[in-house]
């Protein structure tokens, strides 16, 4: 099972990011629940009912808050009313909305705990305490229990990791809007990060605008917040779990896109992938798909390609292209390993084409309109009708992994 979580979704630019980008990895990854931390996302501060709408319905599925979740106070209501939105459990009771929720995914129920930390915070419950009643409370329900530790103080959110850990599946800390580099599963099958990182403008000072932000901390003044514009990316984190113990298996942070590390670097190669599609015939003889393009695109023969989008390993990418060119619902077992990388260049551009063979039990595709006809060849009529050298080397890579693999036991 995948949960993603996607870290504090700062205002419009954080939210038109998220919706440009969640839809679709939601799909490709087979993504089963979305955990987001929504308390700066009216405007950088607060949750309105309209905005939480706006979030459930471009794929999230449970919203959590921060020291920022009340700003919003014409629309505090949604917190008592709403189940799917959380604030943080250990402020004062009397406090609208709760803190744990526990929500169905598919045949799996999910517990998503929020607290905040006190470290150079406003003075609160201890989370610990409440970390203590509540888990116990989430696990007699269900193992899979996913906590937002919103706190400023890394020593605190690690504190909190450690306390929990083995017991709960993730413990994600959020509200620096910085990520962090410790993305990690320990040994009793808890996930955790100290910051899973904004979803918004970092091109001003954790989601604000920078000159605002530089006035009140050198002269001082009282200033009204705005939204930066500048440098919007997401920030989440996609956990792997066993959905039957609640152990994580793996944690994935995704930054999108990533940040720029070096200037005036040659650029690194765009991954792209190439995808021979086979099965038998009758006889027994392994057949290629080959596919035409349109007139548009000068009616040459390839095999399905692509690009690899960000966030997707190479082998995802090809399972994704496949089902996009051809309606061929593979399964990661009829996908071979990466068997070549092809380099190539075109307009200053270069590429790094990873080369894969598909296995497919029907000789009906579906085309996408990338493509107007498809035919399935054996190896000698293939290598005639491709176009590109790459291919036919790409197509030879396949054939080799092919003929290896059913000579093995
Ligand atoms: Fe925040
Ligand atoms: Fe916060």
Redesign the pocket.
């Known amino acids: 099972m995948r949960i993603l979580f996607v ?2 979704i ?1 205002g419009r630019p954080g939210r038109q990011a998220l919706r440009d980008w969640l839809p679709r990895f939601r799909s490709e990854r087979d993504v089963d629940f979305v955990i987001a ?1 929504a ?2 996302s009216a405007g950088g501060k607060g949750l309105t009912a309209e905005i939480a709408a706006e979030l459930f319905d471009m794929g999230v599925d449970v919203l959590t808050g ?3 979740s009340f700003a919003q106070r014409q629309d505090l209501d949604i917190f008592d009313a709403d189940e799917r939105i959380l604030r943080p459990a250990n402020l004062p009771e009397g406090t609208p909305g709760r803190g744990l929720g526990i929500y169905s995914a598919g045949e799996a129920r999910v517990a998503v705990l929020n607290l905040m930390g006190r470290a150079f915070m406003k003075p609160i419950d201890c989370p610990f305490q409440a970390a203590k009643r509540l888990a116990s409370e989430a696990l007699a329900a269900t193992p899979i229990l996913f906590v937002d530790m ?1 706190a400023e103080a890394t020593s605190e959110k690690v504190a909190l990791a450690v306390y929990l850990d083995g017991r709960a599946t993730a413990v994600i800390g ?4 910085v990520p962090s580099a410790d993305a990690r599963v320990t040994e009793k099958g808890t996930a955790a990060i100290t910051d899973v990182g ?1 979803t918004g403008p970092f091109g001003g000072v ?2 604000v605008r920078a000159e605002i932000v530089l006035e009140q901390l050198i002269v001082g003044m009282p200033v009204r917040h705005e939204v930066a514009k500048d440098d919007v990316r997401v920030c989440a984190i996609l956990i792997d779990l066993d959905a039957a113990t609640g152990r994580a298996r793996s944690a994935t942070p995704l930054c999108i896109p990533d940040f720029i590390r070096e200037r005036n670097a040659p650029p690194m190669p765009e991954l792209k992938v190439q995808v021979h599609l086979w099965r038998r015939d009758e006889a027994g003889r392994t057949l290629f798909a080959i596919l035409q393009r349109t007139p548009a695109k000068g009616e040459l023969w390839q095999p399905i390609t692509g690009k690899v989008d960000p966030g997707e390993s190479p082998e995802i990418a090809a399972l994704r292209e496949a089902r996009e060119e051809t309606g061929v619902e593979a399964r990661p077992d009829d996908l071979s390993p990466c068997l070549w990388v092809h380099p190539w260049s075109r307009d200053g551009r270069e590429f790094a084409e990873h080369v894969f063979a598909l296995r497919c039990d029907s000789a009906d595709l579906a085309l996408s309109g990338e493509h107007q006809a498809h035919a399935w060849l054996d190896l000698d009529n293939a290598l005639a009708r491709l176009e590109f050298e790459g291919n036919r080397q790409g197509l030879l890579k396949a054939r080799d992994w092919i003929a290896a693999r059913k000579s093995s036991p």
């Open positions: 870290g504090d700062f931390n308390e700066n921060g020291n920022h919103h959020t509200h620096t809007h904004m954790i989601g």
